[in-house]
């Protein structure tokens, strides 16, 4: 029997799932502390890049600056924060380092999209006398919201990946499956510990693409919408001049 049969009959045992130490518990954990990192990491760089995109400018500083985060490895903010006070705070280490992390997708790709909202379309709709708050809601955030969703996706699988780690400096999460079989020199486990951070990052994908495809506007289902500012047509200097 190969490493995979190995692991395949590790997770089809039913010990291996109970307890406090078993996979549901560390699953729970798991998803526990990256959804809380993705929630906090949403509700900082996505105000801030719809804001700064609406307006059109400061958002290369702001993207310099939330990169810092992703410059400064995972790891090291866990081992830093482990040896502070917050090192008796539960996942709060764990859960600080993995915002820092999300963070710098998430601004970037919501930014990016609402800066490249096609400025014709955003003067059409000032010119049928939208509200900013309006041009917000039924024009840029629906047109961004494609670059929205990626940075959504790539912030997601990378939360759930990294924080594996957290298992190194002793916190919870499905990384302590796969220490776990380190410590006992046994493989099979490592592997089956492996295979389930992959396939919950698997399940997050396919949850969000799910999700992009279930609110994607009636203009991108459907053609646009009454009512709907449309780009004012480009004329063709060919036929102008002829």
Partial sequence: MGVLGEAWSWLATGANWAGDGGVWHRLQE????????????????????FFLGHLGRGGAVAINISNVGRAV??????????????????SVPTVVALVLFAVPPLLTNAYVGMAE????????????????????VRVELPLAR????????SASVQVVATATIAAMVGQGGLGRIITAGFNTYDTAQVVAGALLVALLALLVEGALLL????????????????????????????????
Avoid: Y
Wanted: charged content about 15%; some cysteine; overall charge positive.
């Fill in 73 to 90: 490895p995972v790891f090291a903010v866990l081992a830093l924060f482990m040896v502070s006070p917050l090192r008796n705070s539960g």
């Fill in 211 to 242: 999700l992009d495809r279930l609110i994607a506007p009636a203009t991108v289902r459907r053609g646009p919408a009454a009512g709907a500012p449309v780009a004012p047509a480009r004329k063709d200097p060919a036929r102008t001049t002829a």
């Fill in 30 to 49: 798991h998803v526990t502390v990256s959804g809380t990192a993705l929630l906090i990491a949403c509700a900082i760089a996505l105000p801030v890049a």
């Fill in 146 to 153: 494609p670059m929205v969703m990626t940075g959504l996706r």
């Fill in 117 to 136: 909202v096609d400025r014709a379309v955003v003067e059409a709709a000032r010119g049928m006398g939208m509200s900013g708050w309006q041009l917000f």
